[in-house]
């Protein structure tokens, strides 16, 4: 069993900057791809992030790519999502995930776990 909490969310100003964060419990955190998915008021849960299990890899929609960045940091079991330059349609509640069950990351519904998501509102 994994669990997930976020942190980070809040409001900023156009431009501005947020990081979110993504505490895992459990041993098997290594293990894992960590993902990370945003959903706005009535639209459907869409991927931003994710980063494989080894930290190799990492991957971004293409909305963000250039202004947000995903890693890991195995020695806290966190995971970050640093967003930059934000704009007004960033806002939403960002999700953390973990274990995709051999699915495509990029696809939220293979994810095993969740958190309880953090909002985070830009303004213009």
């Known amino acids: 069993q994994v669990q997930l909490v976020e942190s980070g969310g809040g409001s900023v100003q156009a431009g501005g900057s947020l990081r979110l964060s993504c505490a895992a419990s459990?041993?098997?955190?290594?293990?894992?791809?960590m993902g990370w998915f945003r959903q706005a008021p009535g639209k459907e849960r869409d991927f931003v992030a994710a980063i494989n299990a080894i930290g190799s890899n990492a991957y971004l929609a293409d909305a963000v790519k250039g202004r947000f960045t995903i890693s890991r940091d195995y020695a806290k079991n966190t995971v970050y999502l640093q967003m930059n330059s934000l704009k007004p349609e960033d806002t939403a509640v960002y999700y953390c995930a973990a274990d995709p069950q051999g699915g495509n990351y990029w696809d939220n519904s293979p994810y095993r776990y969740w958190g309880q998501g953090t909002q985070v509102t830009v303004s213009s």
């Open positions: 459990g041993r098997t955190f290594t293990s894992y791809t």
